[in-house]
């Protein structure tokens, strides 16, 4: 769906922005910025790439209280 190639698990998030999409030009956003745009207003279903990312994803999910809202899966 982007310009870039690989898993996602292998790129930095300033590599993903870089990325455009085929049908548009938006860029990949942070997990902040989609806590921020969605408020409340919609469930967030975020998938955990490694277990790194799993403490910082907990500390923004209390940021933003968004406990209700939010659930994360892994493949593994």
Known sequence: ????NGPVRDKTLA???RCTYFDK???IASFREI?????GKYVINAEFKDSEAI???IDLVRL???HEW???QTQN
């Not at 769906?1 to 870039?4: H, S």
């Not at 806590?35 to 408020?39: A, D, F």
Request: glycine share 4%; hydrophobic share 30%.
């Open 35 to 39: 806590l921020e745009w969605s408020n």
């Open 70 to 72: 939010t659930y994360f």
């Open 1 to 4: 769906l982007t310009t870039c």
């Open 15 to 17: 590599e993903l922005q």
């Open 64 to 66: 933003y209280s968004a």
């Open 55 to 57: 403490g910082p994803a």
């Open 25 to 27: 030009p938006d860029r």
